[in-house]
């Protein structure tokens, strides 16, 4: 069955075809291991980690490299400032190599949580400084870089089309941008390869330009060629990589190899929280574990992730994830229901469900309606195994572990006793006193539901 992808280097929907038709080659921007991951960085990791499993599904074999910036991204993106690294090190009176490692472990056990397979090869920057070296003296030999009083930059002037993945037009944009940061610029949009470290940089390697440190987008430029090729299938990341980071190795590649990296390019978009925008200042840059402080399974993120298309914003409210908690809830009820089911179903109506769910996720991982067909068998009036059997293989896609058994709270004693009273005044038609029963359980923050011949109290 065809795979599609909205490629954003072509702007447009198009079948998948592989270089290598039984192993698909993949990169993916990893993070800069600096400060905790957010959940809009998570979102990335989430859509990143759906396209491995539709792959999967669709029985390729996965070369994954994603890098950990561990060195290089400074505090702009346009090369100037202090490196995130030695920052963040400064104000939490640590070395850089405690605070990478710290990060790292972190984001790791994000992955975890949230059930994401860990790509087949992991990358540090600080890891592969001679091949980044290399790399720089081979855009040089090529006549694609020079040389600074501060910095070995490339020159954009050389490429036929720099802009083609962000549609900047070079000749449209105003005179001096960016000059003013480094006037031996040749160019506005030249960007840092290689920089000169002053004395005091605490990250610094030997080169023919003395003491250096590199710049942020080398690192991947370079470490894709060493574990995929000078030509590779995809290359993800997010929305916000597109104009400056995945632009400059699209640029780099064209100087050493004279190739676009990748044939593929796909980007997740914004994560929004409460309609705006995620900052620190606002106290909403939230984490996994902020989640799992709510007393949520981190799972239900990654579910609630589904209720919009990757290339689609995806507004997170806690009453979002509340409602997506209690879906998960359903989920997971519903495949066990199914298990203890005992009813027959036709082996094609078993085909029809497994063909649409295929033909969702190969729509360019479209999980919205992918997860339509999975509630479709969920809610299925006819209990089978054969049902569940189809979830599971669905699950192997969207990574929900819906046969692990939900950890249920224990409701404390005296809310279970006011749901008991509740019980008692239902059956005697005490409809006034159940009613203040029920605005008391749901004040002390619980609330209650009344099933057919029983009442399901849960903690909000």
């Known amino acids: 069955m065809d795979i599609y992808f909205y490629n954003t280097l072509t702007r447009k929907k198009e079948i998948f075809k592989p270089i290598n038709e039984k192993e698909v080659r993949i990169y993916s921007c990893g993070p800069t291991v600096y400060k905790d991951a957010t959940i809009g960085n998570m979102r990335t990791n989430i859509f990143q980690d759906v396209l491995r499993r539709i792959l999967k599904y669709n029985e ?34 640590k070395t850089p190599l405690e605070i990478a490692k710290y990060y790292t472990d972190l984001f790791f056990e994000d992955l975890r949580l949230l059930n994401i ?23 040089i030999k090529n006549g694609y870089a020079y040389e600074t009083s501060t910095t070995i930059y490339f020159d ?6 720099y802009g083609i993945l962000s549609g ?56 894709g060629q060493k574990y995929l090729g000078d030509k590779f299938d995809i290359h993800t990341g997010g929305i916000d990589l597109i104009p400056t980071h995945h632009e400059n190795e699209i640029a780099q590649s064209k100087g050493c190899t004279g ?57 997170f409210t806690w009453s979002g994830i509340e409602a997506t908690s209690k879906s998960l809830e359903r989920l997971k009820s519903g495949y066990i229901s199914h298990i203890n089911g005992i009813d027959k179903i036709d082996e094609e109506e078993i085909k029809e469900f497994e063909e649409k769910f295929h033909i969702a996720i190969n729509d360019d991982l479209n999980m919205p309606l992918a997860m339509g067909i999975v509630w479709e068998v969920i809610r299925n009036e006819r209990k089978s195994p054969e049902f569940a059997k189809i979830l599971l293989k669905f699950d192997e896609v969207l990574g929900l572990k819906i046969d692990e058994e939900i950890e249920k709270e224990e409701i404390p004693e005296e809310i ?34 009344d099933l057919k011949d029983d009442m399901e109290v849960s903690k909000r």
């Open 168 to 223: 900047i037009k070079l000749e449209e944009q105003k005179s001096g941008a960016r000059v003013d940061v480094d006037k031996e610029k040749r160019n506005p949009y030249d960007f840092a390869l290689w920089i000169k470290a002053p004395k005091n940089h605490l990250m610094k390697w030997d080169s023919p330009w003395g003491l250096c440190y590199p710049g942020w987008h080398i690192e991947c430029s370079a470490m």
């Open 60 to 93: 390729y074999n996965i070369k994954h490299a994603m890098n950990i910036t561990d060195v290089g991204h400074l505090v702009s993106d346009a090369d100037d400032g202090e490196d995130k690294m030695l920052k963040s090190a400064r104000e939490e009176n």
């Open 416 to 449: 279970l006793e006011l749901v008991n009273q509740r019980k008692i005044a239902k059956q005697q038609k005490d409809w006034t006193k159940s009613d203040l029963l029920r605005d008391e359980i749901q004040s002390r923050g619980y609330d209650i539901k």
């Open 259 to 315: 190739e676009i990296p990748a044939n593929y390019w796909l980007h997740g978009e914004y994560l929004l929280i409460n309609g705006g925008k995620m900052s620190k200042s606002l106290n909403n840059a939230y984490l996994i574990k902020d989640i799992i402080e709510k007393g949520y399974d981190p799972i239900v993120y990654k579910l609630f992730s589904y209720s919009s298309h990757y290339r689609n914003k995806l507004n």
């Open 156 to 161: 954009v002037s050389k490429l036929d089309n």
């Open 117 to 139: 397979q860990t790509p087949e090869i992991i990358c540090k920057a600080t890891d592969h400084i001679e091949e980044m070296l290399e790399y720089v003296q081979k855009l």
